[in-house]
């Protein structure tokens, strides 16, 4: 097998592993000397540092690793942590279901229907910036309204709002308003943000 086609193997396999490969297993697929397998990704890592690739080929004792340029990491980092769907528990999954089918709503409201306090998951899905404050409640106590954000759309790989899953909402009977009430955005209780938010 010619060098050039033996390096365009060996680059392939370790694009695909991700991983480190072994001298050994190279030579086994490619059916050629260990030896060759060596010399052809010495030759791969010396084109790759001489054209000033964004990736290098890293050597691990006997093992030959595909990886990116060091001096490129903070790029990498920024684009893959967008990107990266961030860890939700149960309880900030429930929450935040919550939050997107019944935006702008109350914390209150979202314990409403859960039954159990939320401040915990409410201030985690501020801080993965999945929610966002939206104005405050025409009620006593003037309780924040929440409502979810554009990294919420990019995250669970969503055009709009609209690309939510249908679902049967809970109905509540009139109440009076307060705190613990979910005021319909529009409504003659609701504040100036929910109007323009529903007018929007």
Request: charged residues 30%; aromatic residues 8%; negative net charge.
């Amino acid at each position: 097998m010619e060098r050039s086609e033996l390096a365009r193997i060996c680059e392939a396999v370790l694009f695909a592993a991700g991983e480190p490969v072994e001298t050994e297993r190279l030579s086994f697929a490619t059916e050629t000397d260990p030896d060759e397998v060596r010399a052809a990704l010495r030759e791969l890592m010396d084109r790759y540092a001489f054209e000033r690739r964004g990736i290098r080929i890293l050597r691990l004792e006997d093992s030959w690793q595909m990886c990116s340029q060091n001096d490129l990491a903070p790029w990498v980092t920024k684009a893959l942590e967008t990107r990266r769907p961030p860890k939700l528990s149960a309880s900030q999954l429930e929450t935040l279901t919550i939050i997107a089918y019944y935006q702008p709503t109350t914390k209150a409201f979202v314990e409403k229907i859960r039954g159990v306090d939320s401040s915990y998951s409410v201030s985690a899905l501020l801080n993965k910036k999945l929610i966002e404050e939206n104005g405050r409640l025409e009620a006593p106590g003037r309780p924040i309204l929440y409502r979810t954000t554009p990294d919420f759309l990019r995250t669970f790989g969503l055009e709009s709002l609209e690309d939510l899953p249908e679902m049967e909402k809970i109905q509540f009977s009139t109440e009076p308003v307060g705190s613990d009430a979910h005021i319909a955005p529009g409504s003659e209780n609701a504040s100036d943000d929910q109007k323009k938010e529903t007018e929007g």
